[in-house]
């Protein structure tokens, strides 16, 4: 990950060659290479955004769109290999939720949740 600095879009069609060789993941392992997506795609994009005077222009930055794509292709075609439920699916998008180790904001949560809870104790308006 540390070579998309010098050239992201190498780093990321390594990165979509990778991908395209797993076969067939469990669900804990999707969702390791979804989190590691994340910040690869970060890092990639983050470079392309910091080159203020365009020496990259549009040609790389295409391309990065188009292996991004590429890579959302390869991740779907994972996800759909295989049967997955609801509860395989929200527990991914926990995984990868970027607020998974904030302490804080899990407090402010465990705080508010009896206000909800006492609001399903309400009859619905008519």
């Known amino acids: 990950m540390a070579k998309a600095k010098n050239d992201p879009a190498g780093t990321y069609r390594e990165y979509l060659s990778d991908i395209r060789r797993q ?3 469990s669900i804990k392992e999707l ?3 979804l989190k590691q997506w994340q910040t690869l795609r970060d890092s990639v994009f983050l470079h392309l955004e910091c080159d203020t005077l365009g020496r990259l222009h549009s040609t790389v930055r295409e ?3 188009q292996i991004h794509d590429s890579i959302r292709m390869e991740f779907s075609r994972m996800v ?3 049967t997955r439920t609801y509860k ?3 527990w991914v998008k926990e995984q990868i939720s970027p607020h998974l180790e904030d302490k804080e904001l899990h407090r ?3 705080t508010i949740r009896p206000f909800f809870a006492s609001l399903d ?3 619905s308006v008519r």
């Open 31 to 33: 969702a390791g290479h």
């Open 80 to 82: 759909l290999s295989q």
């Open 88 to 90: 395989d699916i929200l």
């Open 23 to 25: 076969k067939k993941l």
């Open 108 to 110: 402010a949560a465990e």
């Open 63 to 65: 391309e990065c769109e």
């Open 121 to 123: 104790n309400r009859p």
